[in-house]
């Protein structure tokens, strides 16, 4: 049973969507988006659309007992509080907390350390993810991992 689960953000939870210069655009350089982020601060998902799938088992999950936590990488303070802000609009009382790291490789220890923390083995976690290298180290370390492309697939 998953008794804990994090969502990635970006491209799992969170279809990317900035609006720059006069269009709708997927993403940017690192420069530019840091730039981005502290002048649109807390707005700067504004555009951003939920994914219906990846919510829907959020929900589900949740419904059988599993503590949720949004789990994504951001650069700087804006960015954080532009995940907040979105999980808050999009997906209210859904998830424990928005914890943000500054890279993807310390999402497992993340992950490891909030469970050990909790008394919940490997085995009762979860990880939904687009970046598929997070997807297999999750595996490998003996957690559940689901690639979001799982979600928009037809149940087994
Ligand atoms: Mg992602």
Known sequence: MIRLAF????GTLCAPRFYVNGKMVVGMSDEAWLAFCEKNGADTYKFCKPVPA???????????????YVLSSAQSEAEKAAKVKFTESNCRGMFREVITVAG????????????????????????VED??????????????????????CKRD
């Open 7 to 10: 969502f990635d953000m970006d």
């Open 54 to 68: 990846v919510v829907e088992y959020a929900e589900e999950l949740k419904k059988h007992g599993a503590v949720l």
């Open 104 to 127: 993807d490789d310390e999402k497992l220890p993340v992950m490891q350390k909030i469970a050990a923390e909790a008394g919940i083995l490997a085995s009762d976690v979860e990880l």
């Open 131 to 152: 970046t598929y290298r997070l997807v297999l180290q999750a595996t490998v370390a003996g957690m559940n991992a689901t690639h979001v492309s799982h979600l928009y």
